[in-house]
């Protein structure tokens, strides 16, 4: 499978915001973007006067690296939250929101996404008691996730759960953190989508 394997810091420099893809690193005085808040490149320090698309571009491309989905499946979401009923803009996230790799990131079992996806193709976790390694598999209402009992001793995984274990669990997800069991108990709203995003953008971009 397709996927980025270039300096993940130059992705935050380029979209002028933090896009926490190396976790609890993106906290330290490590962070890349913290230390050169620029774009990348020779002419990163130049102030630009963007243009109504570039900026509608960017915000694509911000999503799109904080989902970690390259741009043909990331279109193939925008076609489906087109053609299902609602508003485009918030079925686009609540795709989005639903991939497993995301589910996973969201529990606190992983500090990153990037992390989580790794985690799901590991086949760490099984959804409704079977094994799913597909970090994009869409997760529905309904649906139970389990963290595999073979799996529940890795230091890693303790050490994540560990950290996360002040941050609060999605509305739409019901977590047993004792037994690291969660239900998906509804579609994510809108509301329950605490990221910057600027979707309308999205939809304008793709709508030309």
Known sequence: MA???DAKCRLC????????????????????????????????????????????LREKQKVRRVYGVLEKQ?????????????VTGA?????????LDNVV????????????????????FTVNGRKVNIPS???????????????RGLEKIKANVEANSSRPAPKWLEYDANNMIAKVVAVPARDDI???IEERLIVELYSK
């Open 194 to 196: 605490d990221l910057p």
């Open 91 to 99: 079925n686009l996230l609540a795709f989005l929101e639903r991939r």
């Open 3 to 5: 996927k980025y394997n």
């Open 13 to 56: 420099r380029r979209e002028g915001t933090k896009l926490l893809l190396k976790g609890d690193r993106c906290f330290t005085d490590k962070c890349a973007f913290d230390r050169r808040p620029y774009a990348p490149g020779q002419h990163g320090r130049a102030r630009k006067k963007l243009s109504d698309y570039a900026v509608q």
């Open 137 to 151: 598999y869409q997760v529905k209402p309904g649906m139970v996730i389990t963290l595999k009992e073979s799996s």
């Open 74 to 86: 990331f279109h193939g979401y925008f076609v489906h939250a087109d053609m299902a009923k609602g």
């Open 105 to 124: 990131y969201r529990l606190g079992f992983a500090m990153s996404r990037a992390e989580a996806r790794q985690m799901v193709s590991h086949g760490h």
